[in-house]
């Protein structure tokens, strides 16, 4: 009884919280002028000055023995994203 009280408690707060910051007003203009975003970014991040500024900052930030390690490491996961938030992917 006390959790269900607690559960409808929170959700309360929540519509509340999203009347307050104008949560769907903000998502629409999210949308609106921001859904081309990931596409931007993983066009960015699929070229060479992003590239760049991987290996500087992964040799500002790591030993010399851990640098090739780590670069694979972020080019792996970085690749990854980009190929998800492919459209052509997300297709199939």
């Not at 006390?2 to 919280?17: C, I, K, P, S, T």
Request: proline share 3%; with cysteine; aromatic share 10%.
């Amino acid at each position: 009884m006390r959790q269900a009280f607690a559960h409808d408690a929170v959700l309360e707060l929540l519509e509340g919280a999203d009347e307050h910051f104008e949560t769907e007003r903000y998502h629409s203009w999210c949308d609106e002028h921001l859904g081309h975003l990931d596409e931007v970014v993983a066009e960015w991040v699929s070229g060479p000055d992003f590239d760049r500024l991987l290996v500087e900052t992964v040799q500002a930030t790591y030993p010399a023995h851990e640098q090739e390690q780590f670069l694979a490491h972020f080019r792996g996961l970085l690749g990854m994203w980009v190929r998800d938030s492919s459209p052509v992917e997300q297709a199939r």
